[in-house]
């Protein structure tokens, strides 16, 4: 256990340079680019960012979940699984292509085609660098995985950025998206030379792993489609200018689960992964980890969904304003995402991949029904962001069910935690309502606020769970020796 808590701190320390600095760059950039672009720009990347997220599945293929989940792996296996993924990153190409002119006439706006196509050959350039990350990933050798990401992250940064300011518009976006993936594909190859694929291809050495793999393209496929769905019928109902203020506020809310929460999942999954035959350590590794991210995720939510005004008006300008009220719903569905994000971690360490794709078959469904049945009567941005938070609220009983019996998690102990963690932050809750009767300016009740709840929520720590502030501590202190 003590090599394993060395290795999961060594790699800590890298995944929190990598996480932390391409999390900081990417929300200067959201806030940059949303500065220097309409939401009618951003409504149309949002437009095409529906297909291609639904084609990163596709082009996966569950491959890099199956290479870190797999207890053994031959030479002859990781060859097979790289060409595997070459062509699946062909078929995505092809399919995003084929599809353009319906995907096109869906939304009734010509502009997004230039937008797929530049996006599409990132599934021609991702695959060869992906099957490498995954085997960086697999040895928790995340200083590799912390220099590819750096080089990424920076290169995505400064071409959308200049191509902004050039009067691109989306085009920005989608063109440092590209870059950014053949930086992370040649710097894969480069660190990776030593593991270079042969010319392998035997289905029957990895039909297992590839079985795995599925179930895991299959649940992210659904997954990214309860995600995409609302943002597919807002642009196609009330236009891409809409949709624009919707993307912003939806990458705001997703800050903890997309950009914060890797600092911990990506190091957890494969230290889970290495005690899933040990109970009591599995649920010791699960409890620690709940602990850590529920007591991230909840305050800033909570700031999120309490501020969205002089969030909004402040940092991204008043055009975006008018999305306030959406960012406050969408911080529940972040809350909600956040809680369930939980367990998907847990059951691929388990092998139970096919956990999560029917759990998320399940909230995909409920919220497409939801909505179908809501848009006709109230169609606006915030009913959409409401309906999206009601699956996972509504059925958290069964997903706390499906993590005691196939995640073999004791349920009490980790209740215990979530109910601790609420209660820590409901000081900064009434801080921030009390704040909010203030008839000041939005500038100095932002700057207020944030001073404010986060002192208070370190003090409110301190006095009532110092254990945890102390190991934060210490764990911050040995990963920077």
Same mark, same amino acid.
């Given at each position: 256990?003590?090599?394993?808590?060395?290795?999961?701190?060594?790699?800590?320390?890298? $995944?929190?340079?990598?996480?932390?600095?391409?999390?900081?760059?990417? %929300?200067?950039?959201?806030?940059?680019?949303?500065?220097?672009?309409?939401?009618?720009?951003?409504?149309?990347?949002?437009?095409?960012?529906?297909?291609?997220?639904?084609?990163?599945?596709?082009?996966?293929?569950?491959?890099?979940?199956?290479?870190?989940?797999?207890?053994?792996?031959?030479?002859?296996?990781?060859?097979?699984?790289?060409?595997?993924?070459?062509?699946?990153?062909?078929?995505?190409?092809?399919?995003?292509?084929?599809?353009?002119?319906?995907?096109?006439?869906?939304?009734?706006? @010509?502009?997004?085609?230039?937008?797929?196509?530049?996006?599409?050959?990132?599934?021609?350039?991702?695959?060869?660098?992906?099957?490498?990350? @995954?085997?960086?990933?697999?040895?928790?050798?995340?200083?590799?995985?912390?220099?590819?990401?750096?080089?990424?992250?920076?290169?995505?940064?400064? *071409?959308?950025?200049?191509?902004?300011?050039?009067?691109?518009?989306?085009?920005?976006?989608?063109?440092?998206?590209?870059?950014?993936?053949?930086?992370?594909?040649?710097?894969?190859?480069?660190?990776?030379?030593?593991?270079?694929?042969?010319?392998?291809?035997?289905?029957?050495?990895?039909?297992?792993?590839?079985?795995?793999?599925?179930?895991?393209?299959?649940?992210?496929? !659904?997954? *990214?489609?309860?995600?995409?769905?609302?943002?597919?019928?807002?642009?196609?109902?009330?236009?891409?200018?809409?949709?624009?203020?919707?993307?912003?506020?939806?990458?705001?809310?997703? !800050?903890?689960?997309?950009?914060?929460?890797?600092?911990?999942?990506?190091?957890?999954?494969?230290?889970?992964?290495?005690?899933?035959?040990?109970?009591?350590?599995?649920?010791?590794?699960?409890?620690?980890?709940?602990?850590?991210?529920?007591?991230?995720?909840?305050?800033?939510?909570?700031?999120?969904?309490?501020?969205?005004?002089?969030?909004?008006?402040?940092?991204?300008?008043?055009?975006?304003?008018?999305? @306030?009220?959406?960012?406050?719903?969408?911080?529940?569905?972040?809350?909600?995402?956040?809680?369930? $994000?939980?367990?998907?971690?847990?059951?691929?360490?388990?092998?139970?991949?096919?956990?999560?794709?029917?759990?998320?078959?399940?909230?995909?469904?409920?919220?497409?029904?939801?909505?179908?049945?809501?848009?006709?009567?109230?169609?606006?941005?915030?009913?959409?962001?409401? !309906?999206?938070?009601?699956?996972? #609220?509504?059925?958290?009983?069964? #997903?706390?069910?499906?993590?005691?019996?196939?995640?073999?998690?004791?349920?009490?102990?980790?209740?215990?935690?979530?109910?601790?963690?609420?209660?820590?932050?409901?000081?900064?809750?009434?801080?921030?309502?009390?704040?909010?009767?203030?008839? *000041?300016?939005?500038?100095?009740?932002?700057?207020?606020?944030?001073?404010?709840? @986060?002192?208070?929520?370190? %003090?409110?720590? #301190?006095?009532?769970?110092?254990?945890?502030?102390?190991?934060?501590?210490?764990?911050?202190?040995?990963?920077?020796?």
């Amino acid at each position: 256990m003590n090599d394993l808590k060395t290795r999961a701190l060594k790699s800590a320390k890298w $995944n929190s340079l990598s996480v932390g600095y391409t999390t900081a760059l990417q %929300v200067v950039q959201i806030i940059w680019l949303a500065r220097l672009l309409d939401p009618y720009e951003w409504g149309k990347m949002a437009m095409a960012w529906v297909i291609i997220r639904l084609a990163l599945p596709v082009m996966q293929g569950g491959i890099g979940q199956a290479i870190i989940q797999s207890k053994n792996l031959s030479k002859s296996q990781f060859s097979s699984l790289f060409w595997v993924q070459m062509l699946t990153g062909t078929l995505a190409f092809i399919g995003v292509n084929a599809l353009m002119p319906l995907w096109v006439l869906f939304f009734e706006e @010509a502009n997004i085609r230039p937008l797929l196509l530049i996006g599409s050959f990132s599934f021609l350039l991702s695959p060869p660098g992906n099957v490498f990350q @995954a085997l960086f990933t697999r040895r928790m050798e995340f200083d590799k995985l912390a220099f590819i990401q750096l080089i990424g992250a920076t290169f995505d940064f400064i *071409i959308s950025i200049l191509l902004a300011y050039k009067g691109l518009g989306a085009l920005s976006i989608s063109w440092g998206f590209l870059v950014r993936n053949l930086a992370n594909t040649l710097f894969s190859w480069w660190m990776g030379r030593e593991d270079m694929p042969g010319f392998t291809l035997q289905f029957r050495s990895i039909k297992k792993m590839l079985r795995f793999g599925l179930y895991e393209a299959g649940n992210n496929l !659904v997954s *990214i489609l309860s995600s995409v769905v609302d943002k597919a019928i807002i642009g196609r109902y009330l236009g891409a200018y809409e949709l624009g203020l919707y993307a912003i506020a939806w990458e705001l809310a997703m !800050v903890p689960v997309s950009r914060i929460n890797p600092l911990i999942t990506r190091v957890a999954y494969p230290v889970l992964s290495t005690v899933q035959d040990q109970p009591e350590k599995r649920n010791l590794v699960f409890q620690k980890i709940t602990h850590t991210l529920m007591s991230i995720n909840i305050p800033v939510l909570l700031f999120l969904g309490l501020f969205p005004a002089p969030i909004l008006t402040i940092f991204f300008g008043p055009a975006w304003a008018r999305g @306030a009220i959406c960012l406050s719903l969408l911080s529940l569905l972040g809350l909600g995402r956040a809680f369930t $994000n939980l367990g998907a971690g847990i059951f691929l360490a388990q092998g139970h991949s096919d956990v999560n794709f029917s759990w998320n078959i399940v909230v995909s469904a409920t919220t497409a029904l939801l909505l179908i049945t809501v848009f006709p009567f109230y169609c606006s941005l915030e009913s959409a962001a409401l !309906v999206q938070a009601v699956p996972y #609220w509504g059925l958290l009983g069964a #997903w706390l069910w499906l993590l005691r019996k196939k995640g073999g998690i004791s349920i009490s102990p980790f209740l215990r935690i979530l109910i601790r963690c609420i209660l820590f932050t409901l000081p900064v809750g009434f801080f921030l309502l009390l704040l909010d009767f203030w008839n *000041i300016p939005d500038i100095h009740k932002l700057v207020i606020g944030m001073v404010g709840s @986060a002192i208070l929520y370190m %003090v409110t720590l #301190w006095i009532f769970d110092r254990p945890f502030v102390l190991a934060i501590k210490s764990w911050f202190l040995l990963s920077i020796k």
